[in-house]
């Protein structure tokens, strides 16, 4: 992975993350969407402007790779460059849940 990948991606947006980790398995923005919803009971709403902007940009830059069209809509799947960047971004994630959770063994919420 080059440097200009690791700067731009991580740490990742929220968007950035629920895309990669959506297309996981191949999926259309719409797809995309309803799975964030989903994943988050509905706390972070994809807007199509953000979706689609990140997805161009995503592609562009080899994270992810279109697959074909269904209905007029574009399928994209993660690519192996996506997956190295969303195991980073998930790895520093657990890194700080844990922090926090050692932070704040002895503390109530």
Do not use: N, W
Request: some cysteine.
């Amino acid at each position: 992975m080059d440097g200009h990948i690791r700067k731009v991606y991580v740490p990742m947006t929220e968007t950035g993350f629920y895309i990669l980790l959506c297309l996981r398995k191949e999926a259309h923005g719409y797809g995309i969407v309803k799975k964030t919803e989903e994943l988050t009971g509905g706390e972070i709403l994809l807007s199509p402007g953000t979706l689609y902007g990140s997805l161009s940009k995503m592609e562009k830059d080899g994270l992810i790779r279109f697959v074909r069209e269904e209905e007029k809509r574009k399928v994209y799947v993660i690519t192996e460059l996506g997956l190295q960047v969303l195991e980073l971004e998930m790895k520093r994630i657990r890194r700080l849940y844990c922090s926090m959770m050692e932070a704040t063994e002895d503390e109530r919420y």
